[in-house]
């Protein structure tokens, strides 16, 4: 896929956009398209042949359960959320079955997950629509999982890439850092970030750019300290702050 000439980096290049709160002037290196597409199909080539099959690390079987994971895993680890949703989807595993089991026993289900209630409640009135308006199952549509109460943007791109394989990106934290230290698609809010990443990733690494961009940035391009020294694309990395 053509890439587009890099965002313009007028702003952006200004602001160090892959550390909170950093303010390094971002690589001067202004690189022709050819070249800039070769560098993002290499990094996204490297990150494949480290790991050909990435995979979401929360626990779902369909795209109800993976729907409710990932609703619940707002703010929250996907290891706290795997602890919670594995009794939670042995005992209800369907929207029925869940506005069955009730918001009391669905809140005991989720409690050790952060801001619990108001979760529960997402979760059920989302259950009651999908029920409603969906016959149960989960609609393959941006516009109707939006209108789910607890379902962003972010959480109907995971859906969608997850599920159906729709070229989409889902930007958490993890993917909105990996993306500015790369200068994959620089950009000050998520939203430009996804755009952009959705005009740089080649049609061939779309369906798993988002899987290996969280698990670089939980992994490798943390933070606070990212393992530069470990990491599979330093070379091609312009992060001015990268270690050697
Ligand atoms: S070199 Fe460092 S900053 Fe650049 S992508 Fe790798 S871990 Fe992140």
Request: hydrophobic share 45%; net charge positive.
């Amino acid at each position: 896929m053509a890439r587009k000439k890099p965002p313009s980096r007028d702003g952006a290049a200004a602001v160090d956009l892959g550390a909170p709160g950093g303010t390094h002037p971002v690589a001067a290196s202004v690189i022709d398209d050819a070249h800039e597409a070769g560098r993002v199909a290499a990094i996204f080539g490297r990150l494949r042949s480290a790991n050909p099959k990435p995979e979401t690390e929360l626990n779902y079987s369909d795209p109800f359960t993976l729907l409710v994971a990932v609703v619940l895993s707002a703010q929250a680890t996907d290891v706290s959320v795997n602890k919670a949703t594995g009794p939670l989807f042995a005992a209800a595993d369907t929207p029925a079955a869940i506005l069955q089991l009730g918001e009391e026993r669905l809140r005991d289900f989720v409690k050790t997950i952060g801001l619990y209630n108001s979760k529960a409640k997402n979760v059920m009135a989302l259950c009651a629509l999908l029920v409603e308006r969906h016959g149960g199952t989960v609609p393959r549509d941006r516009a109707l999982l939006e209108a789910l109460p607890g379902v962003g943007r972010k959480t109907a791109n995971v859906v969608l890439n997850t599920v159906w394989g729709e070229p989409v990106v889902a930007v958490d934290t993890h993917v909105f850092r990996v993306s500015n230290r790369l200068a994959i698609a620089p950009g000050a809010t998520p939203l430009a970030v996804e755009l952009g990443l959705e005009k740089a990733i080649p049609a061939e690494f779309m369906r798993d750019a988002h899987h290996w961009m969280i698990l670089h940035g939980r992994y490798v391009c943390v933070a606070r300290k990212p393992l530069c020294g470990a990491c599979p694309v330093s070379d091609l990395c312009p992060w001015p702050d990268k270690s050697a």
